[in-house]
């Protein structure tokens, strides 16, 4: 693993977006595999900014997102593909019909999985997965106890997350139970991983990630196991992680 130590939140924003610039730069048809959620924002922010002064350009880039709300339509609100739109495909010139994400209104969940796997496979696979990590070591919408050889499924979201994600919606009862997520086994799988994180609410989960045991109980522990993982934290979430860089 790599790590990227950060000053604060900007600046893990900038590190992490260099290396996703990087990667589209050095293969303009990359596949990205990208996640929502407050992390990530700053990195969109500044993409979009160096794509705005022609540094970067995401004309062939495919992306294919970890995951949506079961039950919201891509304009809804709260769903994830409008905020990928809002947050980063509405300011760069990636092709809409290369962006992908659940379909949170497919009428059958099974053959929604099936079709998303199928994207994955059809796309030569994730060059570049960026992830955030949630205070309970989920990681997309995997949360502790799953499966790790799980590829894209629904999960019925734990108390934790729902509370967690409360804060984007009026209440509680308004969270969604429901979620289709790239399976642990999907993220395995893709060439490299960038786990982004930020603040000190994230620096328990840190170090259990990435110095504790790997076990499904802490899902994001099983990036342990993979090759290719670059981590870009800033100091208050990197404040417990005591590992040879
Ligand atoms: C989002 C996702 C989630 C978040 C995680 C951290 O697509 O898959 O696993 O990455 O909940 O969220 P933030 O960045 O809001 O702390």
Not at 148 to 155: A, I, M, N, Q, S
Request: hydrophobic fraction near 40%; include cysteine.
């Amino acid at each position: 693993m790599r790590i990227y130590h950060a000053e604060h939140y900007d600046d893990m924003s900038r590190k992490a977006a260099n290396i996703l610039s990087a990667q589209v730069i050095l293969k303009p048809a990359s596949v990205l595999g990208l996640s929502t959620g407050s992390t990530p924002v700053g990195l969109y922010r500044q993409l979009a900014e160096w794509y705005r002064k022609g540094d970067v350009d995401f004309s062939g880039v495919t992306t294919v997102n970890l995951d949506e709300y079961q039950g919201l339509a891509p304009d809804d609100p709260q769903s994830y593909a409008r905020f990928m739109r809002e947050n980063f495909f509405d300011h760069i010139n990636v092709k809409r019909e290369n962006t992908h994400l659940p379909d949170g209104l497919a009428a059958d969940a099974e053959r929604e999985c099936a079709r998303y796997e199928a994207i994955l496979r059809d796309s030569g696979g994730l060059d570049m997965l960026l992830l955030g990590i949630g205070h309970n070591g989920h990681i997309g919408f995997n949360e502790p106890g799953g499966a790790f050889e799980k590829g894209t499924h629904l999960v019925t979201l734990t108390q934790s997350t729902i509370e967690a994600n409360q804060r984007f919606f009026p209440s509680a009862d308004d969270v969604p139970r429901h979620a289709y997520t790239m399976g642990i086994r999907s993220i395995m799988q893709a060439r490299t991983i960038v786990v982004v994180v930020s603040g000190a609410s994230k620096a328990g989960i840190v170090r259990r990630a990435f110095a504790g045991p790997v076990t499904p109980e802490v899902p994001a522990s099983v990036l342990q196991l993979h090759n290719n993982v670059i981590l870009v934290g800033d100091r208050e979430a990197m404040k417990q992680l005591r590992i040879e860089n």
